[in-house]
């Protein structure tokens, strides 16, 4: 299938994930500057069930915060609309991916998993370098493989010859690069436009396995694409020597000196992703 032929079935896919009307409408009055903490506080209590469960977001370990928040114009005052965005996109998603069966083969555990691991590590790495907002780097990561879903999701065939490749040693982009038309990455992209995520968000995703300089964000995209690789050393050491070979020369740059303290830190790392994949996988999935 030529690429044109799988954007038009793409498009076509009836039941493509889409987020909650809340956050849409949370995303579109943000891109206005002079929206009023009121305004973004009543859109975000038209919903009841994001209302709750982004308190319980914001009030757990993951913010960190001294005091209870309890109600949403508190969390914007403290946190900020951007911050407050973030979790309305974080709760939106698991929301949204809940509600999708993906195809044989796939773990849903494992790629919420890998995506919250992605998340944390790109907000420990953008707090230490510096690279871009810890905070835009937590949901980047928590979105960046999302493309997968819908690749096992909608078009079994093709994820099934991309297995077969995984079956052969090679990674999951080159057995994609191998079989389908568009790798995850760029259908990933795809649903953040339809979703009119911010463009630096959406590139960021788009690109995160080649990166682009022309990237909306390109150091939130450097960002990403570091935490996709480095999540895999703080998983396993062995493979993510093998996994940062593949690390771009800039984002290497960026993240060099932690790479070199990596025993300082990686373990209250690991522990950090343990609490927070039970807190986005139990906590907020029910
Ligand atoms: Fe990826
Ligand atoms: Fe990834």
């Keep these: 299938m030529e690429r044109e032929a799988f954007i038009r079935r793409l498009e076509q896919v009836e039941d493509l994930p889409t987020l909650p009307s809340v956050a849409m409408e949370v995303n579109r009055l943000l891109e206005d500057e002079d929206v009023s903490i009121r305004k973004l506080t009543d859109t975000i209590e038209k919903d009841q069930s994001i209302v709750s469960k982004i308190l319980k977001l914001v009030n757990s370990a993951f913010f960190g915060l001294r005091s209870r928040v309890d109600n949403i114009s508190h969390a914007v005052t403290l946190l900020g609309f951007n911050t407050v965005r973030n979790a309305v996109l974080s709760v939106s998603v698991i929301k949204t991916f809940g509600g999708v069966k993906p195809g044989d083969g796939f773990s849903m555990a494992d790629f919420w998993r890998h995506a919250v691991a992605v998340g944390i590590t790109a907000r420990f790495l953008g707090q230490q370098t510096r690279l871009a907002s810890p905070d835009n780097g937590f949901i980047a990561g928590l979105l960046h493989d999302m493309g997968k879903v819908v690749l096992s999701a909608f078009f079994p065939e093709i994820f099934r010859e ?62 990403v694409h570091a935490a996709d690789l480095v999540s895999v050393r703080v998983r396993n050491e062995q493979e993510g020597a093998e996994a940062l070979k593949g690390l771009h020369p800039e984002a290497l740059k960026a993240v060099r000196s932690q790479l070199d303290n990596f025993h300082d830190w990686s373990q209250d790392l690991r522990e950090e992703i343990d609490t927070g994949c039970r807190f986005f996988l139990e906590e907020l999935d029910s």
């Design 162 to 223: 991309v297995l077969q490749g995984l079956a052969r040693g090679i990674s999951f982009y080159e057995a994609e690069r191998d079989t389908s038309p568009m790798d995850h990455a760029r259908i990933g992209g795809f649903l953040a436009r339809q979703w009119q995520l911010p463009r630096s968000l959406t590139d960021a995703i788009r690109c995160h396995h080649a990166v682009k300089q022309s990237a909306a964000d390109y150091r939130l995209l450097l960002l």
